[in-house]
């Protein structure tokens, strides 16, 4: 025997690739990987053409084989009509289909059944293939097979036992039962695929020496097995093929363009059997353009034509029938007076069969049927005990039952031998003179395969209790007898006798008669129509289906002759030239093909910046869409797919991958899986490049994470689509398990074509029983080790803790100002000029001018000069708006509308020593300077767009006289004008001076928000403490230090829903510092509830009222203001409408906005800007008409342009409807 320690027994590529890595169509598809999947593979990956094999079960390699019984247990699955004892695992390596008078007993791995047979290379005998079942073209000539035998010969390098190995007991004991018989000219070794010394093989795979072990029949682990996949399977990957394994096809149909077959597949990523049903029914699919080889067995290829009929596919109605076992049968001697070493253990019995005893065509007038092949076996090493445990019970049986009569002590006699010699095989017992006989010959070919509720059953007569069989058994008694043996049979036999095939051939029968009537395909494995002699052009059967009888010897010569004339002929036919000469050179474990057909999915997944953790887990999302996306919301899209049955499902297996370019600890998954929608495609599309990023912060969410989904499917249409989700997770979920469970189960989708064109929006969700099918699927990719074990925990660590900063988020640390990374600053407008203008007063106030950008439009009324007034941010580094964060800010609206804008910045934000002593009133004199500026440069009267206290300063000095309401084309006053209803915090803070008087005599009369000159302890303290400021909506719970400071100055001064990371992380850029004087001042306004003198006079009289006669204003609230309450301008607008008249006065409540977002929300030029622009443009056409301020009568507003709004008794109210994927979720009204 040959020694392997010192080799490695699998040194050959890894020949499988991920599922992910298929392509959506191949030239050709080969189902299955046994031997005529494997001739077919190599033939046409070698004529060229892009193949792709698919495969049940897994790559296994020498090495990987089950060596013990329990083992070899777990790799049992067991199917047909036992259904108590049915496991449903298709892809184990040992498949026990019971069936009703005959059972089999397959393999389902790359390679298939030459995995675990004994590798004997014996030729069908010329009257076997001149039975009338066979085809004409065989029939009458069975030598056009012998090209092909030679060919499969070639390539599998069948060798007998050597004569120079050491001498085998069971090999001389089947010789000297031969010559027992007379039969000495029959015997011969057997012809085995097995190396017997260390060699490459004709594809050039280096093999083992065989060690003997006797384990071919659980797969032989010392690597010197020449399988079908280190010939044909290495050769067609050398060649370009594509394999993939656990896919199980469930059936083919036409492919929609008549061009070629599509193969649907169930594809057993590791944990998807969590989810069974899905398995089966969310299925992938591959095109084969040209041809499909279906080589899954006997049992495989007849199960998947019986499911293609059922969904349409027409076929010859004798699919199924006339199946064969081959005749086969199991025949123990056991107990006999020969040590036969026929079990294997530490005495190495040799390779499974090494003798045949060939009674075929003995006398020329002998019926072929009773032909018959004996061969010796050996039963593995894993099975021992349990052949052990039968042998004693049919021991005990027939001995110590007719002991009975010799009394309990003749009882006790033979129980007491059986234990001695039965427990001690290595010691001489019973076991050790056991051998074991395997029988082929012809049975009545009357078995049939069926689908009954989606399950292949086999039923038939017992062939052991024909008279072939008898006449067999007999013979074989008389052998063992003569031993000195006792016979025994398969433990599966049973009173039905009922034998055990491990070689099923039929089901797609080769027709005798050239139609439909008499078999399933042609002599070529070509699949008939229907009854008549059309044919599936592409269609082929390849394998042992196609065997019409039984071949009455092992079959796996026949099977690759039979495939490999079926590919030669096929490929003349279209025209494949099959380049058969050239060598493959060596192919070890580190080659690369020769070949590459890579087309669709490059091998970039994963690409360097990612390394696999090698654990993955599957999450089923199901979930309604709306194939109405434009400008909807998903929670809309969702509804509207609801409405119409629009369901989608999304069942994905993802592996995670850790980032390795990132300073941090970040993940990303790799996904494989199926997209159902009808309202896409008729049948399951297939993901590819799919990927799902863990815990991303969004630019378009501050305080917020999010796990993002971006992948492409195609399907069956051609059509290619793109998918991108999200499921968010922010402050909304703190301390809230319902939340946080929606939160992470709810990924809102968005997709669109290729070309851009949206398609569909909805929602997606991942129910409770799904979720807990999703705990049960996480599984290494690769065999298990402990080792592996730290990677998940540490996965399942961090996605813990990240889902824990929001869950205890008000518990968050505040962090500081941060650089945002997510959106780069863009360069903006840059003022034209910078003035410098002295008030009244005698305090210097800046004012920045902006040029107007020159328009493409030029129609319509000269654009004009526009003023902003911001409201108090203290010596900010930039206006609000004119910010550098925002995609559009308003300042650049407005230029690119031709308007020359002006934004000042009142004394609360230039001089520190004016800003710590003034007030509110004392900025109307900053505006009155501001407007005199523009009235010296500018015909036109400016229009104002005022925030917060510049709103109310303006309001001020309108109502004292200090602006003359003549310099006014109109006014856009946000959040607050002349009267003032403070939000609920703000008013509490606000009904006592005390906060403000303690912090004085405290820190003084500075409050930094931006600036942070120091450090003081009393200003850390107060950081700490300002984290817990109250909040009316959870969405709005952040940990950044300058949002609390400003909050807690003013009032939360938006919904942060309405802001971008990009804002929100420059928050201290735009508000600077501000003090306590006017913080008082802006205090004792808001508990009057309107505009006070410095003197806290008020200045909401009759007379001052007149001197807003005949200004047209535009009052703007957001419906989530927590700093004034939207009530505040329903008080201006009201009392205004009600003194002079409700022509000029317009109020915009813009749903979902906060106090300061309508003016730096990311959205707002869509939802608020055009607003106020349609009143520019309406004051500007009507300009001549405001002449008459001082009459009785005001201006008629006929002339406003119509807009997308619905007015309702002139006040406007806005809904935003913009883009799903850059807003969230649908607008939260107030009470949210």
């Not at 499921?727 to 992470?744: L, P």
């Not at 654009?863 to 409201?871: H, K, R």
């Not at 403070?982 to 803070?989: E, F, T």
């Amino acid at each position: 025997m040959a020694s392997t320690e010192d080799a490695r027994p699998d040194d050959y590529p890894h020949l499988s690739r991920p599922c992910r890595l298929m392509n959506s169509h191949y030239d050709v598809v080969v189902v299955g990987s046994g031997y005529g999947a494997g001739v077919a593979a190599s033939r046409m990956a070698r004529a060229g053409k892009s193949v792709a094999v698919l495969e049940l079960g897994w790559e296994r390699r020498p090495g990987s084989f089950p060596d013990s019984l329990w083992q070899c247990l777990k790799e049992i699955n067991i199917s047909g009509t036992a259904r108590c004892l049915s496991s449903d695992k298709p892809t184990r390596l040992f498949q026990l289909m019971l069936g009703d008078g005959q059972h089999a007993l397959v393999a389902h791995a790359l390679g298939g059944c030459s995995l675990i047979n004994a590798g004997v290379f014996l030729e069908a005998d010329q009257r076997t293939l001149q039975m009338s079942a066979w085809p004409p073209e065989i029939r009458k000539d069975p030598s056009v097979l012998q090209p092909y035998y030679s060919r499969a010969a070639e390539m599998l390098q069948p060798s007998p036992y050597p004569d120079n190995h050491p001498r085998l007991a069971k090999l001389d004991n089947i010789q000297k039962q031969a010559e027992s018989l007379g039969k000495a000219h029959s015997f011969y070794r057997a012809p085995l695929t097995t190396f017997f010394r260390r060699g490459r093989n004709h594809a050039g795979v280096m093999l083992q020496g065989n060690t003997g072990s006797g384990n071919e029949s659980t797969g032989l682990n010392d690597g010197s097995k020449n399988s079908v996949a280190t010939t044909y399977l290495a050769d067609a990957w050398n060649w370009g093929a594509e394999i993939f394994c656990g896919c199980q096809v469930r059936y083919i149909e036409q492919a929609p363009d008549h061009k070629g077959y599509v193969v649907y597949f169930a594809w057993h990523g590791k944990g998807r059997s969590a989810f069974a049903e899905d398995v089966q029914t969310q299925l992938f699919w591959v095109k084969a353009n040209d041809l499909c080889f279906l080589g899954a067995g006997a049992l495989g290829t007849t199960e998947i034509l019986l499911r293609s009929r059922d969904y349409g596919l027409p076929i010859s109605p004798m699919v199924g029938r006339n199946v064969s076992g081959n005749g086969d049968m199991l025949v123990f001697g056991y107990n006999g007076d020969m040590q036969v070493n026929g079990i294997s253990g530490t005495q190495r019995p040799g390779p499974t069969i090494t003798g045949v005893l060939d009674c075929r065509g003995e006398g020329l007038s002998k019926n072929v049927l009773a032909d018959h092949v004996i061969q010796d076996g050996c039963i593995p090493r894993p099975f021992s005990p349990l052949f052990q445990a039968v042998l004693m019970w049919q021991t005990a049986r027939l001995l110590v039952a007719p002991s009975l009569a010799g009394g309990v002590q003749q009882c006790w006699k033979v129980i007491s031998n059986l234990t001695i010699r039965l427990l001690n095989p290595s010691k001489g017992g019973a076991m050790q003179r056991t051998s074991t006989y395997l029988v082929m010959s012809h049975d009545s070919n009357e078995l049939t395969l069926t689908l009954e509720n989606d399950r292949l059953l086999l039923r038939g007569p017992a062939e052991g209790r024909s008279e072939k069989f008898s006449e067999i058994r007999n013979m074989l008694r008389s052998v063992v007898s003569r031993a000195g043996g006792k016979i025994g049979f398969s433990p599966l036999s049973g009173s039905q006798k009922a034998e055990v095939t491990v070689h099923p051939l039929g089901g797609a029968n080769m027709s005798r008669d050239g139609t439909g009537r008499e078999g399933v395909t042609n002599h070529l494995g070509q699949v008939y129509k229907g009854h008549r002699r059309e044919k599936h052009e592409g269609l082929v059967c390849c394998d042992g289906s196609v065997v019409p009888t039984a071949l009455g010897v092992n079959p796996l010569a026949t099977i690759t002759a039979l495939a490999g004339r079926s590919v030669d002929l096929i490929a003349k036919e279209h025209g494949y030239s099959i380049d058969m000469a050239t060598p493959n050179g060596s192919l070890d474990a580190l080659s690369q093909p020769m070949v590459s057909h890579r087309r669709e999915i490059e091998d970039t997944s994963i690409a360097k910046s990612l390394s696999p953790i090698r654990w993955q887990f599957t999450e089923l999302l199901e979930g309604h869409i709306s194939t109405r996306p434009d400008e909807m919301d998903f929670a809309v899209c969702e509804t509207l797919g609801k409405s119409s049955s629009s369901a989608m499902r999304m069942f994905l297996t993802i592996e995670i991958c850790r980032r390795t370019d990132t300073g941090g600890l970040q993940y990303e998954g790799i996904c494989t899986g199926t997209v159902s929608c009808r309202a896409l495609s008729r049948g399951p599309m297939r993901v590819v490049n799919g990927k799902i990023r863990f815990f991303v912060q969004p630019a378009e969410q501050p305080d917020s994470t999010t796990l993002t989904y971006s992948s492409q499917f195609i399907s069956l249409e051609n059509t290619r689509y793109h998918l991108e989700g999200c499921k968010q997770i922010d402050a909304t979920s703190s301390f809230s398990v319902s939340r946080m469970w929606e939160a992470t189960t709810k990924v809102n989708v968005r997709i669109t074509r290729d070309d851009g064109m949206k398609v569909a929006a909805g929602a997606l969700h991942i129910s409770w029983p799904s979720f807990r099918r999703q705990i049960r699927t996480f599984r290494t990719t690769e065999p298990f080790r402990l080792n592996l074990l730290p990677a998940l925990v540490m996965f399942l660590i961090y996605f813990a803790f990240q889902l824990a900063i929001f869950f205890f988020r008000p518990l968050s640390p505040a962090r500081k100002s941060r650089r945002s990374s997510h959106v780069p600053i863009s360069p903006k407008q840059q003022p034209s000029a910078t003035h410098l203008l002295q008030t009244q007063d005698g305090i210097t106030v800046r004012l920045e001018e902006y040029e107007p950008q020159p328009r493409a439009d030029q129609k319509g009324p000269e654009a004009q000069p526009v003023l902003f007034l911001p409201g108090v941010t203290g010596n900010a580094a930039h206006s609000t708006f004119a910010l550098p964060y925002l995609r559009r800010n308003m300042v650049e609206y407005f230029t690119a509308r031709g308007c020359r804008c002006y934004v000042l910045t009142p004394r609360w934000g230039d001089n520190p020593t004016v800003a710590a002593s003034c007030t509110v009133f004392d900025c109307r004199l900053d505006i009155a300077a501001a407007l005199q500026h523009i009235r010296h440069q500018q015909k036109q009267k400016p229009y104002i767009i005022a925030h917060c206290q510049g709103s109310v300063a303006l309001a001020m000095g309108l109502l004292d006289g200090t602006i003359n309401r003549s310099q006014l084309l109109g006014i856009t006053a946000n959040s607050v004008f002349m009267n003032q209803k403070l939000a609920h915090w703000n008013s509490i803070k606000a009904a006592t001076p005390i906060l403000i008087r303690l912090y004085q005599l405290i820190s003084g009369t500075y409050y930094p928000i931006g600036n942070r000159p120091d450090n003081s302890p009393i200003q850390k303290i107060l950081d700490m403490l300002i984290r817990f400021y109250p909040v009316e909506n959870r969405r709005d719970i952040c940990t950044s230090t300058h949002c609390h400071r400003t909050t807690f100055a003013f009032g939360l001064c938006w919904n942060h829903q309405n802001l971008d990371t990009n804002i929100h992380d420059h928050v201290g850029q735009f508000f600077g510092d501000t003090y306590t004087t006017i913080l008082e001042h802006i205090t004792r306004m808001g508990t009057h509830g309107a505009c006070l003198d410095n003197q806290l006079h008020a200045l909401v009289t009759e007379e001052n009222l007149e001197n807003l006669r005949g200004v047209p204003i535009l009052f703007m609230s957001g419906t989530v203001n927590e700093v004034f309450m939207p009530e505040s301008t329903l008080r201006d607008y009201e009392m205004l409408r009600r003194r002079f008249g409700e022509r000029l006065y317009r109020r915009f409540l813009v749903e979902g906005y906060g106090h300061l977002d309508p003016v730096v929300g990311r959205n707002a030029d869509r939802d608020v800007y055009w607003r106020v622009w349609e009143h520019v443009k309406w004051c500007g056409g009507n300009a001549i008409t405001f002449n008459e301020r001082h009459s009785s009568t005001s201006p008629t507003l006929n002339h406003l342009p119509s807009s997308p709004l619905r007015h309702h008794h002139s006040r406007t109210s806005l809904k935003s409807s913009t883009h799903p994927l850059n807003t969230p979720h649908p607008l939260p009204h107030r009470n949210q």
